[in-house]
Each structure stands twice: as structure tokens, then as C-alpha cells.
């Protein structure tokens, strides 16, 4: 019973995470200065995420690809730990 729990927790922690990044990278579309302050609180939330992926991927002129390295990324760790479990 407490593996389904910290499994449960796993998978929910996980897909919040990839939730946060997509509402980012859907916010930045509509308020791409950042003024709205649930954008603020996204881009607080996220960037640590974000900015280690950034930094070791090549420039690119205007595509930030380190929204999408980062979902696969939290989808490959959440599979590994839902199977060590």
C-alpha cells in the first residue's frame, strides 16, 4: 500500500511539473512580456528547470526548445521511477 501511494504521488508530482511548463510556454504566446502575474509565477516556478536545459542546447534564433527537453525528460524520470517501484 505505501508504494501505490508514493507512486501515486510520483506520477501527480510529475505531470503538475509538465503542466506547469506548458502553461508557461501556452502563456507566453498571450503575454510574451510577462506582466500578468500568473506568468511571473510560472516563469518562477519553471525556470529552474528550464535554465540548465538551455544552457548546454545550442542557440536557436527565435525557438526555445528547452520547454519540450524538459517534458520528455520529466516523462523518462517519472517512467524510471514508477518501474523501480
Same mark, same amino acid.
Given at each position: $500500500?505505501? *508504494?501505490?501511494?508514493? /507512486?501515486? +504521488?510520483?506520477? !501527480?508530482? +510529475?505531470?503538475? %511539473?509538465?503542466?506547469? &511548463? %506548458?502553461? =508557461?510556454?501556452?502563456? *507566453?504566446?498571450?503575454?510574451? #512580456?510577462?506582466? $500578468?502575474? &500568473?506568468? =511571473?509565477? !510560472?516563469? /518562477?516556478?519553471? /525556470?529552474? #528547470? !528550464?535554465?540548465?536545459? =538551455?544552457? &548546454?542546447?545550442?542557440?536557436?534564433?527565435? +525557438?526555445?526548445?528547452?520547454?519540450?527537453?524538459?517534458?520528455?525528460?520529466?516523462?523518462? &524520470? *517519472?517512467? %524510471?521511477? =514508477? *518501474?523501480?517501484?
Amino acid at each position: $500500500m505505501p *508504494s501505490n501511494f508514493v /507512486e501515486s +504521488f510520483v506520477v !501527480l508530482l +510529475f505531470e503538475v %511539473l509538465s503542466l506547469t &511548463i %506548458l502553461g =508557461r510556454v501556452l502563456l *507566453s504566446w498571450v503575454d510574451p #512580456m510577462g506582466n $500578468m502575474r &500568473i506568468t =511571473r509565477v !510560472l516563469h /518562477e516556478l519553471t /525556470e529552474p #528547470m !528550464l535554465a540548465p536545459i =538551455r544552457s &548546454i542546447l545550442p542557440a536557436t534564433s527565435m +525557438f526555445d526548445f528547452s520547454p519540450i527537453i524538459a517534458m520528455l525528460l520529466l516523462q523518462a &524520470i *517519472s517512467l %524510471l521511477i =514508477r *518501474s523501480a517501484l
